[in-house]
């Protein structure tokens, strides 16, 4: 009997000692540094929205929050990365429209677009403008349409590069609007200025020429989302044109595959103010704007644009060697 009690005794001080340690283990999960993934250099329009919503988040959690960069194969390497972290909510993923729905139809990736990752929010949209050359035979959107039906093959569009969105918004208006344009891949969005401010190129869509335009160098048409460019009020959207074309363009925030959804749900909410409170000047800068939609939402619209850059790109014969 003395035996079994001392037995009963023992357990209860190891018991006693035990409970202290696993109350304590998800305080420690809780204080874990949360990684925000950008699969692009520092100082790029995604390290920037990341650093402003990690900022943000972190003061909502208490908690560290840092962004971690891994550039690299088309970003592609830092969302294998991503793909391959923990489910646990301690490590986010901020990345454009092109990682989810132009890059997985165009080459083979190491991750699943679909299937390894759960959109969290969408937290910006990016407005590029269509923009021509000051002396363009035409002002309007109907105009300029016109006129390019009318000589097929003679006019430009100049893009950031193959199968960038900037080239893939020229294809979609060729496609949607029955235009015959060509395309000039160019090296970067700079190169692109000084084409269409001296007039070699006709066409361009995309928001670095909002200076020129505001100089009045070249002229703008359309933004090519259902948002008006910050910086550019009075030019109306492709949709308030009559024109049924919202191009997509935008961040969001992904978790890896198993995340509980309580968590998603949580980080979700939590997107919903940060996005709300992000600061409107310096995405203006970037020609960005605060766009949030929460994890359903956001997942059905990437679900129509990948069905739409699918198309388009089928369409257009767009392959990267």
């Given at each position: 009997m003395n035996r079994r009690r001392s037995i009963r005794q023992l357990a209860a001080v190891l018991l006693g000692l035990a409970l202290p340690v696993l109350a304590a283990a998800p305080a420690r999960a809780q204080d874990k540094t949360v990684r925000i993934i950008v699969p692009y250099p520092a100082g790029g329009n995604a390290d920037n929205i990341a650093?402003?919503?990690?900022?943000?988040?972190?003061?909502?959690?208490?908690?560290?929050?840092?962004?971690?960069?891994?550039?690299?194969?088309?970003?592609?390497?830092?969302?294998?990365?991503?793909?391959r972290s923990p489910g646990d909510g301690s490590v986010l993923f901020m990345a454009p429209t092109a990682v989810f729905v132009v890059t997985p139809h165009l080459r083979t990736t190491p991750y699943d677009a679909q299937k390894d990752f759960i959109p969290v929010a969408k937290v910006t949209s990016w407005i590029?403008?269509?923009?021509?050359?000051?002396?363009?035979?035409?002002?309007?959107?109907?105009e300029i349409v016109a006129e390019v039906k009318r000589h097929p093959g003679k006019y430009t569009f100049g893009s950031a590069g193959p199968a960038t969105m900037t080239h893939l918004m020229g294809e979609l208006m060729n496609q949607k609007l029955?235009?015959?344009?060509?395309?000039?891949?160019?090296?970067?969005?700079?190169?692109?200025?000084?084409?269409?401010v001296s007039g070699r190129i006709d066409i361009a869509y995309d928001s670095v020429l909002v200076p020129q335009v505001k100089a009045g160098q070249v002229q703008a048409v359309a933004s090519m989302v259902a948002l008006r460019n910050p910086d550019l009020p009075s030019v109306p959207t492709l949709k308030e044109l009559g024109t049924d074309i919202d191009v997509p363009n935008w961040y969001g925030l992904f978790v890896p595959k198993g995340t509980p959804q309580a968590t998603v749900d949580r980080l979700g909410a939590l997107s919903r103010d940060i996005v709300a409170g992000l600061d409107k000047d310096q995405l203006g800068k970037m020609s960005m704007k605060?766009?949030?939609?929460?994890?359903?939402?956001?997942?059905?619209?990437?679900?129509?644009?990948?069905?739409?850059?699918?198309d388009v790109i089928q369409k257009a014969n767009i392959h990267l060697e």
């Open positions: 650093r402003l919503f990690g900022d943000a988040l972190a003061k909502k959690l208490g908690q560290p929050v840092i962004v971690e960069n891994k550039p690299g194969g088309g970003a592609m390497i830092g969302a294998q990365a991503a793909a590029p403008v269509m923009v021509t050359r000051k002396d363009f035979p035409g002002h309007t959107l109907a029955g235009m015959n344009t060509v395309h000039v891949p160019y090296k970067g969005s700079a190169d692109l200025i000084s084409e269409v605060a766009d949030y939609q929460g994890p359903a939402e956001f997942k059905a619209q990437i679900a129509r644009d990948d069905a739409l850059m699918r």
